[in-house]
């Protein structure tokens, strides 16, 4: 089947398979097309290069659902992302297909009231993230994974009348399969997840297991690996409510790499995420919403040295949104381990300030305006320091700044269209950056979904 034909002939199927089924079948559909034009892309270059770069990415994905027992439910996602008009991907991407033909997403069975208990079996390829996705997220690629899920009210015994409704969770995913369980690359973890008066409280424990011979990278050192092994003790806690919002989250990592050479080195980093949102639905400029944001990552102060590993350095973050990045900063697209941009050898633990606004004065239209401060907890002596304020929460050496200005009109609760304009500045010219330059972005986005 040629790759022109594949989609059309799926629509069909989809098509004539609704009334078929009739409303035991549900079918989602979600249409994205982005439109973005870089300055420059060659912030490190060591001449007066100035690389710019515009292209339009599109996102569609078809999910179905269909319950045909009250206690069986089988799912499936088809997604297709590409560059419009082009069969080549302008980054590196995670993803197997990005041509616009279609990958399966998600696969799978979910097997509800196991035993006539609230317990849900859901075994296939999944769509994983937990949290913000700071430590376990599929970034859009599904993860071959049998998950477990259960939830009870438990009674204090002496308190009577209160009530502990709690959500507990079990996965283990299969990332890289070679049929040799001393070779494979796997992800698991499990939460308690405890929600009363709108207050969350989660626990986790997430682990990494890499023995696929995926490569070590320490400052410009690249070294072969028999395995690769990372622990997470994760405490997430937050509320939502109409007026205000906010979440904390703080992550401890362990583990070890042992190198081909037999060398091992331990794993001994710290993560935190603090969130914070404010909401007044009547001010003279509209319905307004104040927010701030501190993502922290540890870093190695000595990358180049056999001690323990102190960054903070999960591998399945959360880091792409279609073709683009996902992480903060429209440009930049900061995560704990990486950002849009190669970061100089040597910086290790990326850390963002965000500092915004939503503004919505007429009815459906929304203003926002962000700003970022980015930093490395880590970097080589001599490198541009961070501010005052950054360094009050862990953060030594400035990766630059942000400002995001974005205009969105939402058509209606099926569609909406957005405008966005972001200016990034690296920090000041030194060894490590030769050629600072600033880069400007402007972003068209139209999507649907029904």
């Not at 070590?216 to 003790?233: D, P």
Request: hydrophobic share 35%.
């Amino acid at each position: 089947m040629t790759k022109k034909f594949s989609l059309p002939i799926i629509l069909f199927l989809l098509s004539i398979s609704i009334p078929a089924f009739g409303s035991i079948l549900s079918v989602e559909t979600d249409y994205r097309l982005r439109g973005i034009s870089y300055s420059s892309t060659e912030i490190f270059a060591t001449t007066s290069t100035n690389t710019s770069l515009s292209y339009y990415s599109q996102r569609l994905m078809i999910s179905l659902r269909g319950n045909f027992d009250q206690n069986i439910e089988i799912g499936s996602k088809l997604t297709s992302l590409g560059i419009v008009s082009t069969t080549n991907t302008v980054f590196l991407v995670p993803y197997p297909k990005t041509d616009f033909t279609p990958y399966v997403e998600n696969a799978y069975v979910k097997f509800k009231n196991l035993g006539e208990k609230p317990v849900d079996l859901i075994i296939g390829k999944q769509s994983l993230c937990y949290g913000t996705g700071l430590i376990v997220c599929d970034n859009g690629t599904g993860f071959n994974t049998i998950r477990l899920t259960g939830h009870c009210d438990l009674a204090l015994p002496f308190f009577k009348s209160t009530i502990l409704p709690i959500n507990a969770e079990y996965f283990t995913a299969k990332v890289q399969e070679t049929l040799n369980l001393s070779s494979d690359a796997d992800v698991y973890g499990g939460l308690l997840k405890l929600e009363i008066n709108k207050n969350l409280w989660e626990f986790g424990y997430f682990g990494e297991d890499d023995f696929s011979g995926t490569q070590y990278v320490r400052g410009s050192n690249i070294y072969n690996t028999k395995a690769i092994v990372k622990r997470f003790l994760d405490l997430r806690i937050g509320k939502k409510e109409d007026i205000s919002e906010y979440q904390i989250e703080i992550a401890k990592q362990t583990g070890y790499v042992t190198r081909t050479d037999g060398v091992a080195i331990n794993f001994d980093g710290m993560g935190y995420l603090f969130y914070g949102k404010l909401v007044n639905e009547k001010t003279r400029l509209g319905k307004v919403a104040a927010r701030a944001l501190i993502s922290y990552a540890s870093g190695n102060d000595d990358p180049y040295s056999f001690s323990d590993d102190k960054s903070f350095s999960p591998t399945y973050t959360k880091r792409y949104d279609g073709m683009e990045r996902g992480g903060y900063g429209m440009i930049f697209g900061a995560s704990p381990v990486e950002s849009f941009f190669n970061i100089p050898i040597g910086y290790s633990g990326i850390n963002t300030l965000n500092i915004g606004t939503d503004i919505s004065p007429i009815y459906n239209w929304t203003f926002c305006l962000d700003y970022f401060l980015f930093s490395a907890s880590q970097a080589p002596k001599g490198s541009p320091e961070a501010s005052g304020f950054e360094k009050f929460y862990g953060a030594n050496f400035s990766l630059g700044s942000e400002v995001d200005l974005s205009l969105k009109f939402i058509h209606s609760k099926y569609s909406d269209i957005g405008f966005a304009y972001s200016i990034y500045s690296p920090p000041q010219a030194s060894a490590y950056w030769p050629n600072p330059k600033t880069v400007n972005s402007l972003r068209f986005e139209a999507s649907a979904r029904f």
